[in-house]
């Protein structure tokens, strides 16, 4: 470590190298989640602008299919009163005005509750919805109601926990110094061969198994409440259908991959989402798993062709943006096949629109 101040890194890093020099390596979930906190709490990284582009700012039609699929599935479990509309890391709330928007066109007008921890981005969304309740996290929505829930990459920017494969054993993944005071993956000291999955039991030295116990804890809540409450769900990530080996943590800033280890808190961390384990984890927690599709997949099932069709009509001048909008959500060279949708339901609601449960996930 050096002692000459003008070499030591400002902000977060320098907290995380004292840290580091002070009580040693930290794991990689505590440095994803505390760069994500300090990432997402001072900016809006959405837009060419910015950092990235998320679906719901690519087009409207993505919040307006999304708005169509919950009035659909409310209105086919009877449509229930008082159900209330939460939206999991809401952005700048486009998808949601473009949901509630369409969804109002159908008959159905929730209350509306968002869940979000940045102060930069509540900002934008009271902008948007000065209508809407604001939670920190999922233990104050309301619980007498059913509930429905939409969550566009949200679950990608949680942390996730890695092991890795050493000669001596799996060990946790953490973030150490080297020797020039840069930030480097070590492995931990402590044997963790007691929590890797029976399945990677035989994998080789060097490889990682990745988990998300955030992104875990928040779908058991989701799906406990739906059990107890109504409703349904939509987890929309970027992600893999089947359990698979090695790091998906990655970086990004002004729509480039960067270096994870780089400069955190100034770049956007995510990993993809384990959506069979999800799925899991819904149905031990009560909940029905709806299916898993690909997003091209789903939204052409819900019509974005019609869609499309309908707004280039009332455009024409917008014709090629439009078509060029669609083809960006449901290529499989674009978002079509790695983004992905979770659908999941209370026990007693039906099936939603799109979905089928014919590949992997659930308990299976
Ligand atoms: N859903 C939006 C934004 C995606 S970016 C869209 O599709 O455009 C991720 C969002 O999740 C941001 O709103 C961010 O502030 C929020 N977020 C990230 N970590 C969070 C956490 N731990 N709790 C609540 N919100 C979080």
């Known amino acids: 470590m050096a002692n000459d101040d003008s070499a030591m890194p400002s902000g977060l890093a320098a907290v995380f190298a004292r840290l580091i020099a002070a009580t040693g390596p930290i794991p990689i979930a505590h440095y994803m989640a505390e760069a994500n906190a300090r990432y997402y709490a001072s900016r809006d990284p959405l837009g060419a602008a910015g950092d990235f582009v998320t679906a719901p700012e690519i087009s409207q039609m993505f919040g307006e299919l999304i708005g ?10 009877g449509g229930p009163d008082g159900v209330c509309y939460v939206e999991l890391g809401p952005g700048r709330g486009t998808l949601a005005r473009d949901a509630l928007r369409a969804a109002s066109r159908a008959g ?19 902008a948007a919805h000065p209508e809407a309740i604001w939670h920190h996290d999922l233990s104050g929505l309301p619980n007498d109601r059913p509930l429905l829930i939409v969550a566009n990459e949200f679950l990608d920017a949680l942390p996730v926990r890695q092991l890795v494969r050493t000669a001596g054993g799996w060990r946790e993944r953490m973030v150490g110094l080297d020797p020039e005071g840069r930030f480097t993956p070590v492995a931990g000291s402590r044997p963790m061969d007691a929590v890797a999955p029976e399945v990677f039991a035989k994998a080789g030295e060097g490889a990682i198994i990745e988990t ?4 875990a804890a928040v779908v058991q809540e989701v799906a406990g409440r739906l059990a107890r409450q109504g409703g349904a769900a939509l987890f929309i990530d970027y992600g893999y259908a089947d359990p698979q080996l090695g790091s998906t943590l990655q970086a990004v800033r002004a729509h480039r991959k960067v270096d994870v280890f780089a400069e955190p808190g100034e770049a956007d961390l995510t990993a993809h989402v384990d959506f069979a384990t999800l799925a899991a984890v819904a149905e031990q927690a009560g909940a029905r798993w709806l299916g898993t599709s690909e997003q091209g997949a789903w939204l052409l099932a819900l019509g974005i062709a019609a869609r499309a069709a309908s707004l280039t009509r009332t455009a024409p001048h917008a014709a090629e943006a439009i078509e060029a909008a669609a083809k960006r959500l449901t290529a499989p060279a674009e978002m079509g096949t790695l983004f992905k949708v979770m659908g999941l339901a209370a026990p007693g609601w039906p099936d939603g629109a799109g979905l089928a449960r014919a590949n992997s996930g659930g308990a299976g």
Do not use: G, M, N, Y
């Open 68 to 77: 169509l699929w919950l009035a659909d599935i409310w209105q086919r479990a």
């Open 108 to 126: 159905f007008v929730p209350e509306v509750h968002f869940v979000e921890t940045s102060p930069a981005l509540t900002a934008l969304q009271q």
């Open 212 to 215: 998300s116990p955030a992104s």
